[in-house]
């Protein structure tokens, strides 16, 4: 098994050293793991930042814990990676920052829309006095736009949105919105672009893995080229929260392997269930 989304002390919201991640996943028996710290640092002000200068020295810091923590964990393969989450005005570094550093995979993520964070506690301004099909369609309009900027190989989380949408609409059917989701899903296909199974929201709501099931089926129809698998755990405690969950979530929706990347390109699969024996070629 991989987890290819965690967080740790370089991340504005994360804790805890990179080793004390690589003893979670050594207990666990993962095999491979990708540290991907948030890139946006948290001002004073309360408000959110993307600094070039600032974020080149945070990642050669994390770059640095990831080739002592090889050493010392010779057994788990540790890549490098980032989670960058979009806001138009922070392509441009994000972009350089890419160019900057010897990444071996980023996520692309999507938490601010028209300036609200979707996810965070104020998200409820996004949902007032709207319908479902007007926010989460702006929501899905935005993860366009996240597609089309392209600097990155998987998109995180892909529904998130439904976090806190169910409190003003219920659970969310994505069939009401299957056309927008799908329009998504062909310009990743048609970019190379994958998705990822984030088994976040297993221990709080929606007590499943993101995106739902339907939405997996249609990225294999969309051809979504590949699919990755993590916790997006913020702690060494939730390393593996739901990541048991995720695969199988996966193999429902006709999924049968996950991707590993090194150097920003996919160099291989793992079967999704542990227990399949592996053709030739792939790892
Ligand atoms: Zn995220
Ligand atoms: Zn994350």
């Given amino acids: 098994m991989i987890n290819y989304h965690f967080h740790d002390e370089h991340s504005s919201d994360g804790a805890r050293p990179l080793v004390e991640h690589c003893e979670a996943a050594r207990r666990a028996g993962i095999?491979?793991?990708c540290v991907t710290n948030h890139v946006e640092a948290l001002r004073e002000d309360g408000s959110w930042v993307v600094d070039f200068e600032e974020a080149v020295r945070r990642?050669?810091?994390v770059l640095e814990s990831v080739v002592r923590a090889r050493s010392r964990f010779p057994e788990l393969t540790i890549r490098f990676g980032a989670e960058f989450a979009?806001?138009?005005?922070?392509?441009?570094?994000?972009?350089?920052l890419a160019e900057s550093l010897p990444f071996d995979?980023?996520?692309?993520s999507?938490?601010?829309?028209d300036g609200i964070d979707v996810s965070g506690p104020n998200a409820s301004e996004f949902f007032r006095d709207r319908p479902l099909e007007a926010a989460y369609g702006r929501y899905f309009e935005a993860l366009h736009e996240l597609v089309e900027w392209g600097t990155f190989d998987a998109v995180a989380h892909f529904d998130l949105v439904k976090r806190y949408g169910h409190r003003a609409y219920g659970e969310f059917a994505p069939s009401s919105l299957e056309a927008p989701i799908r329009s998504v899903l062909a310009g990743m296909g048609r970019a190379g672009i994958g998705i990822e199974v984030n088994t976040s929201g297993c221990a709080q709501w929606p007590r499943a893995p993101y995106p739902d099931e339907s939405i997996l089926t249609w990225a294999r129809e969309e051809g979504v080229p590949f699919l990755t698998l993590g916790s997006d755990s913020h702690a060494p405690e939730h390393f593996t929260q739901g990541i048991t969950d995720g695969s199988a979530h996966a193999s429902r929706a006709g999924w049968d392997r996950l991707?590993?990347?090194?150097?920003?390109r996919p160099i291989g699969t793992i079967p999704l269930q542990p227990n399949e024996t592996q053709p030739g070629g792939d790892r």
Avoid at 86 to 96: A, C, I, K, N, V
Avoid at 259 to 264: M, N, S
């Fill in 31 to 33: 095999l491979e793991i």
């Fill in 59 to 61: 990642f050669e810091r």
């Fill in 86 to 96: 979009y806001r138009p005005e922070w392509t441009d570094p994000l972009d350089r």
């Fill in 105 to 108: 995979f980023i996520l692309g």
């Fill in 110 to 113: 999507l938490h601010d829309v």
């Fill in 259 to 264: 991707t590993i990347f090194e150097a920003r």
